[in-house]
């Protein structure tokens, strides 16, 4: 061998030593990269421990407490019949919807006023048809017992969206639970924040192909007729179920009435057909000889005797009703009744039936706020919704009143980073990102917020953006002008007559089926069960 190869072989060994001295080992990365996913961040000024949280005996006590409860509840479960059903739906109140409302309301170790409840399961939501489903499949599947097709009310998936014709077959249409307990002579009833006519109360009474046919001009706009097909509005007023229902308080006055009528505060309608619905609901409910009433305010809702009102329509806003914590900064909470507030009235009218009842109650709003990636005005709502659960849980009793709390869908909020205990969960995470500005708390996968996320110069710097105001939309990596549903499964959190039955994982399908069981209604009655 060369004295010249020699020396080359000589730097080639000597570089491969170095490079293998320096350079990091397999686990020195794994380390490395141990620590970028797990960071440690800086102690916040503002976080006080809680001294017996610090102490193990602190955290067996608390096993030991959850433990004794459960132990309780399953040594003697509740077998009776359920005199009593409230089905109280959060729309697009996902799992971290819930979660981030335990940090509003002030701590992670806080818990909103349903998750106490003794049984939680959990409900897969899919439409026959798409896998991430909206509000209208969902509600025939938990109020009805049947999947469909996504857009669709009340009637099974041979059924597609905007089919003219399909729909107006009786042989499609699907019974809900409001329907059965109607037929076992309960009474039946619906509260809402969003219009009575939207997606979610629609399930209770109405058969359509397209859940925006709430009033007549929405049909005739998808090339359909509004002869053939009964628009949502109507059905309310005018078919067997929706006509009727004891209580129906919400939103959407304007779908009633004619575009030349001009409502209470002066705004017109939206139908075309020359009707007054409202005016109509109340004459037939005087040819009953029945006292039926209706209100448009507050005032109206808080001046009528309840005790001697047989039916009650309330319309309290043209369209949807107010976000709840808009009712306060609008100073709207003197003009429009709060979701707790039309709920207490509702269980006040339904209670007066000897038989019993069926009550819908739907937090709208929690969803729309998502969809515009609100995130503060989202969990305002999920507060009041759990204060409404609690009221209702404090005005009936177990023994012999199910009360069942459960979402339509969930959406792609998410919380993120790594924020300190008890921080404001609308601020922004501690830790910045690699191109080191901060990121929100709480993030969208998509939706308008993602003006707020990136402009043509890369990401936006928020350190000095008021993330706490009511309309600042939250970040989101997608653009698009409407946040969309997320496909995971939703809770289902149940108290009273067999609430036992409500765990596990299962298709939202069957929640009316439990429900109906437990009152020993409709076809899933005990004499109805199959042996």
């Known amino acids: ?37 797990h960071p440690k961040m800086p102690s916040s000024r503002a976080y006080v421990e809680l001294d017996e949280e610090l102490d193990t005996k602190f955290w067996y006590d608390k096993a030991q407490s959850i433990l004794a409860d459960k132990l309780e509840h399953h040594k003697k479960l509740n077998e009776n019949r ?8 959060g729309d697009g109140m996902s799992v971290h919807t819930i979660a981030a409302t335990r940090n509003y309301m002030g701590d992670s170790n806080k818990q909103v006023s349903f998750e ?26 938990y109020l009805t017992g049947v999947k469909a097709n996504y857009g669709t009310i009340g009637v099974n998936a041979q059924v597609k969206r905007k089919d003219c014709y399909a729909g107006v077959d009786n042989s499609t249409h699907t019974q809900s639970i409001a329907q059965w307990a109607q037929e076992a002579g309960k009474w039946a009833g619906l509260v809402t924040t969003a219009r009575v006519t939207h997606a979610s109360p629609a399930g209770v009474y109405a058969h359509v192909a397209n859940r925006e046919w709430e009033h007549d001009e929405r049909i005739t706009k998808d ?55 409202i005016k109509d609901w109340q004459q037939d409910k005087k040819e009953q000889g029945a006292e039926g009433h209706y209100v448009w305010s507050r005032k109206g809702l808080y001046d009528l005797n309840l ?37 207490e009235a509702a269980i006040k009218v339904l209670s007066r039936n000897e038989k019993g009842y069926f009550l819908f109650v739907e937090s709208g ?30 005005m009936t009793s177990e023994e012999d009143t199910l009360i069942v709390v459960t979402s339509d869908h969930s959406h792609t909020m998410s919380i993120n980073g790594y924020p300190y205990r008890r921080q404001n969960i609308f601020s922004l995470a501690p830790n910045l990102a690699t ?51 997320g496909a995971e499964d939703v809770g289902v959190f149940a108290s009273g007559p067999k609430e036992h039955l409500f765990a596990g994982n ?11 069981h437990a009152a020993d209604i409709g076809p899933f009655a005990q004499d109805k069960l199959k042996k």
């Open 1 to 37: 061998m060369s004295l010249k190869l020699q020396s080359s072989l000589l730097v080639w060994c000597t570089l491969a030593l170095a490079l293998v001295l320096t350079s990091p080992t397999r686990a020195d990365l794994t380390d490395d990269q141990d620590h970028e996913q």
């Open 82 to 89: 359920a005199k009593n059903i409230i089905l109280f739906m």
């Open 116 to 141: 106490k409840f003794p049984y939680v399961g959990l409900s897969k939501t899919y439409a026959v048809d798409e896998r991430t489903p909206d509000s209208a499949n969902t509600a025939t599947a």
């Open 223 to 277: 090339g359909c007729s509004a002869e053939v097909n009964t628009d949502i509005a109507r059905q309310l007023v005018e078919w067997p179920v929706g006509k009727d229902l004891r209580v129906v308080l919400g939103g959407g006055r304007a779908y009633f009435r004619d575009k030349k009528l001009r409502d209470e505060e002066g705004i017109l309608g939206l139908r075309t057909d020359g009707r007054d619905l």
């Open 307 to 343: 005790d001697k009102t047989d039916y009650l329509l309330g319309l309290f806003d043209v369209s949807h009703c107010p976000y709840h914590g808009d009712r306060t900064r609008s100073r709207l909470d003197y003009a429009e009744p709060s979701l707790s507030e039309m709920t």
């Open 365 to 394: 709003r929690i969803d729309m706020a998502h969809h515009d990636t609100l995130a503060r005005k989202a969990l305002e709502d999920t507060k009041e919704f759990a204060y409404t659960v609690e009221m209702a849980r404090k």
């Open 435 to 485: 191109d080191e500005k901060p990121f929100t708390i709480l993030s969208y996968a998509n939706g308008p917020g993602y003006a707020n996320t990136y402009n043509e110069k890369g990401r936006i710097d928020l350190t000095n953006v008021d993330t706490y105001q009511p309309d600042f939309m939250f970040q989101a990596t997608v653009p698009l002008y409407s946040e969309t549903h």
């Open 506 to 516: 299962y298709e939202q399908s069957t929640i009316p089926a439990l429900m109906a």
